[in-house]
């Protein structure tokens, strides 16, 4: 089966927060359609599987992942050939290993990723 993971990376302050709580109120419909909204925790984002870089700070480490294997669980049991995923985190991944480190992580269970 071909599966799609669609990563919302909005910037913070853009609305992504009322975004992600719609989807989340509405999971069972999105679900009903072949979309599936994964969250990471109580809060409708992947926060919880992101955190700052080594020196703990933003400039210039920014946030790299910091539960490997659980958000790749998340992502790989969602049912259904949509799979979708917010965080305004993402986009606080600065360093090109960060990136690479996120998309070596999903790739196996994807076989597109926006």
């Given at each position: 089966?071909?599966?799609?993971?669609t990563?919302?990376?909005?910037?913070?302050?853009?609305g992504?927060?009322s975004l992600?709580?719609?989807?989340?109120?509405?999971?069972?419909?999105?679900?009903?359609?072949?979309?599936?909204f994964?969250?990471?925790?109580s809060q409708?984002n992947l926060h919880?599987?992101v955190g700052?870089g080594?020196?703990?700070?933003?400039?210039?480490d920014g946030?790299?992942?910091?539960?490997?294997?659980?958000?790749?669980?998340?992502l790989?049991?969602?049912?259904?050939?949509e799979v979708?995923?917010?965080?305004e985190n993402?986009?606080f991944?600065f360093?090109?290993?960060?990136?690479?480190?996120?998309?070596?992580?999903?790739?196996?269970?994807?076989?597109q990723?926006?």
């Amino acid at each position: 089966m071909t599966r799609r993971l669609t990563l919302h990376i909005g910037s913070h302050k853009t609305g992504t927060t009322s975004l992600q709580w719609t989807f989340l109120a509405n999971r069972e419909v999105l679900q009903s359609r072949g979309l599936s909204f994964v969250t990471g925790g109580s809060q409708p984002n992947l926060h919880a599987f992101v955190g700052l870089g080594p020196t703990r700070c933003l400039i210039p480490d920014g946030f790299r992942l910091r539960d490997h294997e659980a958000l790749a669980a998340a992502l790989a049991a969602a049912p259904g050939p949509e799979v979708f995923a917010s965080s305004e985190n993402l986009s606080f991944f600065f360093q090109a290993e960060a990136i690479a480190e996120l998309a070596a992580l999903v790739r196996p269970h994807f076989s597109q990723i926006r």
